[in-house]
């Protein structure tokens, strides 16, 4: 059974400053997703990794994924205000076409002045 | 508004009652999901469908949970004699399966067994 864990669950950070967010996974994928949720708000679509190696920027972000090592990080650069939210990494644990995904518990993140 | 909707958004029921959530997939969307999501954690996958057909369903789905998809359009999640840990957002998803793989969450429903 496919097992996602991401670490920190929790983080707090000052802004300006740069942070990573580790994203672990149990069997083999090649898809993996990260997710922003806002607090009682629905998730919004960050990043599609879809390779090894697959990189990904938009703006302070940026996602890596390494297949081999089962590993993928979000790497948060200057940190705002505004990225203040909970971020979720989920993976696919079958190849081929869109199923379910499975979820780490989430990494939620406040960005203080 | 094209992206997924969900209805109602919030909703508050006694335990041993019977609740219906809806689910309306971004139009051209084969494949629709749906997720339960407790505080603190990650969504759980519940189950999906390819148009009509649901084609996977979690060891989470227990009797009283079934959802429809009858014409590979809206879905529906019917929750039969509702229990309190049952409390959750539930949240519905749809993608384009075969030709893209992202899912675009809905904003959910919340619901509350008192």
């Known amino acids: 059974e496919l097992k996602v864990e991401q670490n920190p669950l929790f983080l707090s950070m000052q802004e300006g400053k740069n942070y990573t967010i580790y994203c672990n996974y149990s069997?083999?994928?090649?898809?993996l997703y990260w997710y922003r949720q806002d607090p009682g708000k629905s998730l919004e679509s960050l990043f599609v990794?879809?390779?090894?190696?697959a990189v990904k920027q938009e703006g302070r972000l940026m996602a890596s994924l390494d297949t081999k090592a089962r590993l993928s990080t979000l790497h948060i650069t200057a940190a705002v205000h505004d990225l203040s939210a909970t971020y979720f990494c989920?993976?696919?644990?079958?190849?081929?076409?869109?199923?379910?995904?499975?979820f780490g518990k989430g990494t939620k993140l406040t960005v203080n002045p | 508004d094209t992206g997924v909707s969900q209805d109602p958004r919030h909703k508050i029921t006694k335990r041993g009652q019977n609740v219906t959530f809806r689910c309306d997939p971004i139009?051209?969307?084969?494949?629709l999901y749906w997720y339960r999501q407790t505080l603190g954690q990650g969504p759980e996958f519940l189950t999906y469908?390819?148009?009509?057909?649901?084609?996977?369903k979690s060891r989470l789905l227990s009797d009283r949970f079934s959802a429809e998809r009858p014409k590979g359009s809206f879905s529906t999640l019917e929750i039969q004699r509702t229990e309190q840990g049952d409390s959750a957002m539930y949240l519905c998803?749809?993608?384009?399966?075969?030709?893209?793989?992202?899912?675009?969450f809905g904003p959910g429903t919340r619901l509350t067994v008192t």
């Open positions: 990794l879809l390779s090894n190696g």
């Open positions: 069997t083999t994928s090649d898809r």
């Open positions: 469908f390819q148009n009509e057909a649901q084609l996977e």
């Open positions: 989920a993976v696919e644990p079958h190849q081929g076409g869109s199923e379910k995904l499975v």
């Open positions: 139009s051209e969307h084969n494949r």
């Open positions: 998803a749809s993608s384009l399966a075969l030709t893209a793989y992202e899912q675009y």
